[in-house]
Every structure is written in structure tokens, then in C-alpha cells.
């Protein structure tokens, strides 16, 4: 069972992790939908000119989602590929006892559904977020005439694996303090690779959804954020953001446990 809000406009840009590789274009008519994208020069669709991006963009569409909005649900058949162009969403899995575990938070500029079969988990809206999405196998059938968009994938690959394996750490041997630096660290590193104001990152996830996936509970997290303001290493600002004042501290407590 899927529960979209879905806006079928024909539009679709492909999109893929916030790291960008290699040489984008930058091409397109400021008033094509692709131009107006925000996050199209962070993605391998960055990679394609204009008339490839043309044909694309026909391939997809766009939808929306509202807060607490699945995408899909662990178990359907991941016959899709999507990616985020605003927004955030959650990715979790339930547990044999009911528990929820968070495995992690998409931004917008990051691509979701690259492995076939079922989805092994499930992805939700944390906040308004819109998406476009293609049906696999014609995704799968341009990648192939386009091998630019194979290595990008690739890469991105690679990317999630190491970020699997740093997760296994977090929750394996690091303190309540240093999965929260390491968490925090990791936003305002993905804020600096788009070139964005990244000393400033905004957290919409709640408490307890960075709990879920620290695998802390939500008075520990928040204890954690107290002690890190109070040591003048963070600011808590308006509208859920928080701004870095001392990187080197926060640093520290990141490494710890890390080998």
C-alpha cells in the first residue's frame, strides 16, 4: 500500500547525493523547469546538456508530500527511483517488537531506489517535501546511454556504504555526546559541499526522530544539545536551526571510538 500526494506535471530532474563530482553544465533556459530546479547543479543531472536533459525531464514526473506523508512503505516493490528537490525525509525500519529505527534523513539533492526487489525500509515526510520520480526501467534504460550517469551512481554507491559502516560505529561504540557531534558534524559538512551558508544548518527532524537514530533516547538527546550550547560550541536559534561556533570541540568528540 503507497499514500502519496502526487503532482502529475510531466516534469521530472534526476537527482543524486550532496557531493558533487566532475564538471556540471549549466545550460538550460532560466524559465525551464530544469532551471528552475534548486538543486539540479548538485545532482548527476547536472551532467547532461541541454537537449539530453530535455528528453529526461519527459521520462518522470513530480509529486508532493505532506508532513508524515510516506513515499512508500518497507516491503513494496521498488519499481521506482526518486529524487528529492525539497524537503526532508526520514528513512526507518520497524522492528520485530514494534520499535522504529531510523536509519537516516534525505536533503534535497539526494537520490532514493537505486537497489531492486523490495524497499528494505520505509521513507516518510518529516516536513513539506516534493520529489520527482521515474519508473525504473526506463531510468535504468537512459543511464545506460549515458555512462557520465553510471559513474555518478557508482559514486554515490560507494558514498552510502561508508556512510553505512560510519552508522554501525555510531551506534556501536560512540557516547551519547560524540553521536550527536558526529550527526551535527555531518549537516554542516553536507551544508558546505552545496556552497551553502553551512555554519547555519536547520534541523526539522524532532528530538525524537534524532533519537531514533542515535539509538538514544529523546531527554539524552536533548541533555546533549544543552551541554553543547552551554559550552559555547553551538547556538540554538528560531525555526529549528542551529549555528556552529566551535568546530574543533565538536571535532574531537566526533573522532572518539572512530578507529
Given at each position: 500500500?503507497?499514500?502519496?500526494?502526487e503532482?502529475?506535471?510531466?516534469?521530472?530532474?534526476?537527482?543524486?547525493?550532496?557531493?558533487?563530482?566532475?564538471?556540471?553544465?549549466?545550460?538550460?533556459?532560466?524559465d525551464?523547469?530544469?532551471?528552475?530546479?534548486?538543486?539540479?547543479?548538485?545532482?548527476?543531472?547536472?551532467?547532461?546538456?541541454?537537449?539530453?536533459?530535455?528528453?529526461?525531464?519527459?521520462?518522470?514526473?513530480?509529486?508532493?508530500?505532506?508532513?508524515?506523508?510516506?513515499?512508500?512503505?518497507?516491503?513494496?516493490?521498488?519499481?521506482?527511483?526518486?529524487?528529492?528537490?525539497?524537503?526532508?525525509?526520514?528513512?526507518?525500519?520497524?522492528?520485530?517488537d514494534?520499535?522504529?529505527?531510523?536509519?537516516?534523513?534525505?536533503?534535497?539533492?539526494?537520490?532514493?531506489?537505486?537497489?531492486p526487489?523490495?524497499?528494505?525500509?520505509?521513507?516518510?515526510?518529516?516536513?513539506?517535501?516534493?520529489?520527482?520520480?521515474?519508473?525504473?526501467?526506463?531510468?535504468?534504460?537512459?543511464?545506460?546511454?549515458?555512462?557520465?550517469?553510471?559513474?555518478?551512481?557508482?559514486?554515490?554507491?560507494v558514498?552510502?556504504?561508508?556512510?553505512?559502516?560510519?552508522?554501525?560505529?555510531?551506534?556501536?561504540?560512540?557516547?551519547?555526546?560524540?553521536?550527536?557531534?558526529?550527526?551535527?558534524?555531518?549537516?554542516?559538512?553536507?551544508?558546505?559541499?552545496?556552497?551553502?551558508?553551512?555554519e547555519?544548518?536547520?534541523?526539522?527532524?524532532?528530538r525524537?526522530?534524532?533519537?531514533?537514530?542515535?539509538?538514544?533516547?529523546?531527554?539524552?538527546?536533548?541533555?546533549?544539545?544543552?551541554?553543547?550550547?552551554?559550552?559555547?560550541?553551538?547556538r540554538?536559534?528560531?525555526?529549528?536551526?542551529?549555528?556552529l561556533?566551535?568546530?574543533?570541540?565538536?571535532?574531537?568528540?566526533?573522532?572518539?571510538?572512530?578507529?
Amino acid at each position: 500500500m503507497r499514500s502519496r500526494s502526487e503532482e502529475e506535471d510531466g516534469t521530472a530532474i534526476a537527482n543524486r547525493t550532496a557531493y558533487p563530482r566532475g564538471k556540471r553544465v549549466s545550460l538550460i533556459p532560466a524559465d525551464h523547469a530544469c532551471g528552475l530546479c534548486p538543486v539540479r547543479l548538485q545532482t548527476f543531472c547536472g551532467l547532461l546538456e541541454a537537449e539530453d536533459l530535455a528528453r529526461f525531464k519527459y521520462q518522470g514526473s513530480t509529486g508532493r508530500l505532506k508532513p508524515g506523508e510516506p513515499l512508500f512503505h518497507e516491503g513494496d516493490a521498488a519499481d521506482l527511483v526518486y529524487n528529492l528537490t525539497a524537503g526532508t525525509l526520514k528513512l526507518y525500519k520497524l522492528l520485530p517488537d514494534g520499535r522504529r529505527q531510523i536509519i537516516g534523513f534525505l536533503l534535497p539533492g539526494d537520490f532514493l531506489g537505486t537497489a531492486p526487489g523490495d524497499h528494505a525500509f520505509s521513507a516518510e515526510a518529516v516536513e513539506p517535501a516534493e520529489y520527482c520520480r521515474f519508473a525504473r526501467a526506463r531510468f535504468d534504460a537512459f543511464v545506460d546511454t549515458h555512462p557520465e550517469i553510471g559513474r555518478e551512481l557508482y559514486l554515490m554507491a560507494v558514498h552510502e556504504l561508508a556512510a553505512a559502516r560510519e552508522q554501525m560505529v555510531l551506534l556501536g561504540r560512540k557516547t551519547a555526546a560524540e553521536r550527536l557531534a558526529t550527526f551535527l558534524l555531518g549537516l554542516f559538512d553536507r551544508a558546505r559541499a552545496r556552497n551553502a551558508d553551512w555554519e547555519i544548518v536547520r534541523l526539522p527532524m524532532s528530538r525524537t526522530d534524532i533519537a531514533d537514530y542515535l539509538g538514544l533516547t529523546k531527554e539524552t538527546v536533548s541533555r546533549s544539545f544543552t551541554a553543547f550550547r552551554t559550552a559555547g560550541m553551538i547556538r540554538l536559534l528560531p525555526a529549528d536551526r542551529v549555528e556552529l561556533l566551535q568546530r574543533g570541540p565538536l571535532e574531537e568528540l566526533a573522532s572518539a571510538n572512530a578507529g
